[in-house]
């Protein structure tokens, strides 16, 4: 689907219907399939879920279209003789001043880029005197308090949450069509993101988790004209489901100034009319959705449910660490036709607490699942890195537009497939052109202080921000000369074998919580989640099919990202192509 005025991306909206991807397709689409009947489509079952109540709640997600919502609702209602009084939350909200002082101090300043974590709630942007004005009309057949936090009014009756994925948020920002929570007018879309991910998600999502267990029905409002509707008992059952088996979230995929050619080339049903995709969010679970699917019928919900729900189930050994926070991410980085990603490096946990309230960090590793001749990653320091000279060419090159020597200071090495490069928190890096990484990552996504971007513009056309002061508090010198061949790239050992399987170990870097396996198998190989989440991808075959202990099956194609939950207890996975399979697995260490 083009741009709309309401929705700026070339990528396709999803679909109200989509057919399954042919086998050993990858699917842009991984559904979780419902009984039939549970999904329906359009404001009539919205409607006839109010219909019998005095009173109701119609909560929701920001960037939600709220009069668009109403008025389908509204003529819905009308239709079945039912007039409705509609109450707007946002009339409690405080005023813009009073919210613009609640958040300033989360926003750093003039950053553009980098704020801290949210630590109110929802309710810290209302007016308490004022949510409690809001209350039923007693002439109206039914009334409605509708809105982000309309819950907080604590009316009876019915609930109802609107959400909207999290990519389809960024795209209305992108065109203007939606603003931040309390704001009655959009801003610069960048810096929009930033206050979403620092402020309004937690608040959020603070509140979403409040109220999983109250759901009565869940609506995903994606596509204004065409909402699709799932009642909240099944929407708890099928994550029930989820949290004690396996399951895929929607992935969704990016243009970038590096960007190459191998999604769109390997991937079907993308959008074509874009320059390139840089990035595939496989599973970067703040932002990624679940899929559901019922009578070919779809809906999406953000994975931040799964977590309110269960996350213990999901979790397992690790729950009590991370909480709600799903630990670990896969996303795909693409320089295949493409160039060299900006030189980078990511914050020490210390760091990232104190700066941006993050409670763990950036700890990455670079898995290549496909290249082409003589690609390479930069990794480490050269020995005789001079620190002061070093930032003194980024500065240089930064004000006078001018090329830095990058491997004067900074080392490369020779990137093949199956290789695994360990990149914690401090370590300068980045990948070279030529390659397709499957990025095995501790969840945080957005904290990469750029040093040096070759003189390379964005799509838009301007200089990508560096963030030089920022690296210079976090870099590890010590990183250098052969350390980072014994340290920094792992060294793959057999860990068990039979006849037609073998598990080889990839080991990470003892600061980082995650550690890599990689399953080897001509037939089947049996696993044991030993109460830990497994992160899994399909890193060469054309495709698997997984059966938990439990019977839950699923079959998954070449480089899809698939998840099997701790409670899952042990799974099956059977070879469904020739030759030899394997399948990259990430899990928390014990």
Not at 109 to 136: C, I, N, Q
Not at 173 to 184: D, E, I, K, M
Not at 426 to 434: D, V
Request: charged share 20%; aromatic share 12%.
């Amino acid at each position: 689907m083009p741009s709309t005025p309401w929705r700026n991306s070339a990528q396709h909206l999803l679909p109200a219907r989509a057919a399954p991807a042919a086998p050993g397709q990858y699917d842009i689409y991984p559904a979780f399939q419902l009984a039939p009947g549970d999904i329906a489509t359009g404001y009539a079952p919205i409607a006839r879920a109010l219909a019998g109540a005095r009173q109701a709640t119609l909560d929701g997600y920001v960037g939600v279209f709220w009069d668009d919502m109403r008025a389908g609702v509204d003529a819905e209602l009308a239709r079945m003789g039912l007039r409705a009084a509609w109450l707007p939350a946002e009339q409690a909200l405080l005023p813009a001043a009073a919210i613009e002082r609640l958040v300033a101090p989360f926003l750093g300043g003039d950053d553009p880029l980098f704020g801290t974590r949210f630590t109110g709630d929802l309710a810290s942007f209302f007016d308490a005197e004022r949510l409690a004005a809001l209350a039923p009309d007693p002439a109206a057949d039914l009334s409605i308090v509708y809105g982000c936090g309309a819950a907080l009014a604590g009316w009876d009756g019915p609930l109802i949450y609107a959400d909207l994925p999290k990519n389809e948020l960024q795209f209305r920002a992108r065109a203007g069509s939606v603003a931040n929570l309390g704001c009655a007018a959009p801003g610069d879309h960048k810096r929009m993101y930033k206050r979403f991910y620092f402020v309004d998600w937690p608040a959020l999502n603070r509140h979403k988790a409040s109220l999983v267990a109250r759901v009565g029905l869940l609506v995903d409002a994606q596509r204004p004209a065409e909402p699709a509707s799932l009642s909240g008992e099944s929407f708890r059952a099928a994550l029930g489901q989820m949290s004690r088996s396996l399951f895929r979230v929607r992935p969704w995929f990016e243009p970038g100034p590096w960007g190459g050619q191998w999604i769109k080339r390997h991937i079907a049903g993308l959008a074509q009319d874009v320059p390139n995709y840089a990035w595939s969010f496989e599973l970067i679970v703040p932002e990624n959705g679940l899929l559901f699917a019922s009578d070919g019928n779809l809906l999406e919900a953000s994975f931040d449910w799964l977590m309110f729900h269960d996350h213990r189930a999901v979790l397992g050994a690790a729950a009590g660490r991370f909480g709600y926070d799903f630990p670990i991410r896969f996303d795909f980085l693409d320089t295949v036709g493409g160039g060299n990603l900006s030189l980078q490096c990511h914050p020490r946990p210390e760091y990232a607490l104190r700066e941006f309230g993050e409670p763990f960090t950036q700890d990455e590793t670079y898995y290549i699942l496909d290249c082409e001749p003589g690609a390479r990653v930069f990794l480490g320091f050269q020995e005789d890195i001079d620190p002061p000279a070093f930032r003194a060419a980024l500065e240089r090159s930064y004000a006078e537009a001018s090329p830095v020597e990058v491997e004067r200071f900074v080392q490369s090495h020779p990137a093949a497939r199956g290789d695994l490069f360990l990149i914690p928190s401090g370590t300068i890096h980045c990948s070279g052109a030529g390659s397709l990484v499957l990025e095995i990552s501790a969840t945080p996504y957005i904290f990469t202080f750029k040093m040096y971007d070759w003189l390379r513009l964005d799509l838009d056309g301007r200089p990508r921000p560096l963030n030089i002061a920022r690296a210079f508090e976090n870099l590890a010198f010590e990183r250098r000369g052969a350390r980072v061949r014994d340290e920094l790239i792992a060294r793959p050992a057999t860990l068990a074998e039979g006849p037609g399987w073998r598990v080889v170990h990839l080991p990470t870097h003892p600061a980082q919580f995650y550690d890599v396996h990689r399953l080897e198998f001509e037939q089947a190989i049996e696993v044991a989640t030993e109460d830990a989440c497994h992160v899994l991808s399909l890193v060469e075959g054309s495709a698997i099919l997984v059966e938990t202990a439990g019977g839950a099956r699923g079959r998954f194609s070449h480089a899809e990202t698939f998840v099997v939950s701790a409670a899952a207890g042990s799974y099956r996975i059977r070879n469904l192509g020739g030759g030899v399979a394997k399948v990259v697995k990430a899990f928390v260490k014990p």
